[in-house]
């Protein structure tokens, strides 16, 4: 009986720091999962031609055709790490297709978004978004936890690689359309400072050129067209 009674004592701690130990691994291999869950990576939508968009402007002489598709959902800008929508960011995919037999530059448009007030809007820049998402970080996908103590150190202060990495790879950057190729892109346009609705808003595209450098008439994209497409 005493032997029993001593090997309980000596094995019992033992067993239960192995035990703790089991379960320490479990659950770190669950947050490890769960992290990886979270940061998924961002894919690219890939549209169809501009001109199966409700809202869009088709110059037919030249054969180039310019969309927007404003991801003002939950649901839709779900492809993203980042609560754009939430720091009051607006994505809008931009699509423009050539339906033409010669490339189209893009090298030099302008975008602006002008509200029902008259009011314009310029796409966000990289510095513009970093702040932010930089700003008021919370627990989310998208902005890092820093130190009170630690002092900002520029733009991207707060943002982590992953959205940055998105942020890179969701921008509109192409420099020209193809004969026959659509080429899409977002911008992001800041409107928090408005918090007014889109009804009654045009995008105005302008600096679009044809392979001769002839620069097209201005595009004017109303978001009306969008709005009463939607459910």
Do not use: W
Request: hydrophobic letters at 40%; one cysteine or more; aromatic letters at 8%.
């Amino acid at each position: 009986m005493r032997f029993r009674v001593l090997s309980r004592r000596i094995r019992g701690p033992r067993f239960g720091k192995a035990r703790r130990l089991l379960s320490c691994a479990v659950f770190l291999g669950l947050g490890l999962t769960t992290l990886a869950m979270a940061a998924k990576r961002f894919v690219m939508p890939h549209p169809t031609d501009a001109k199966t968009f409700p809202a869009h402007d088709e110059h037919p002489m030249e054969k180039v055709s310019i969309a927007i598709d404003p991801y003002d959902t939950e649901q839709k800008s779900s492809i993203f790490n980042a609560r754009y929508l939430e720091r009051g960011l607006l994505p809008m995919l931009f699509i423009v297709s050539n339906s033409g037999s010669q490339p189209v530059v893009l090298d030099g448009i302008n975008v602006q978004l002008v509200l029902r007030d008259r009011s314009k809007i310029s796409p966000a820049n990289e510095d513009d978004m970093y702040r932010r998402l930089s700003r008021n970080p919370g627990n989310d996908s998208g902005v890092s936890r820093l130190p009170l103590p630690t002092p900002p150190r520029g733009p991207k202060a707060g943002v982590s690689r992953e959205v940055k990495d998105e942020m890179d790879a969701a921008h509109f950057q192409a420099h020209a359309v193809e004969p026959g190729g659509t080429q899409s892109g977002f911008f992001f346009f800041d409107l928090s400072e408005t918090q007014k609705s889109l009804a009654g808003a045009h995008l105005y595209v302008t600096g679009v050129r044809d392979g001769g450098g002839n620069e097209l008439m201005f595009f004017d994209i109303p978001l009306d067209k969008y709005l009463a497409a939607k459910p």
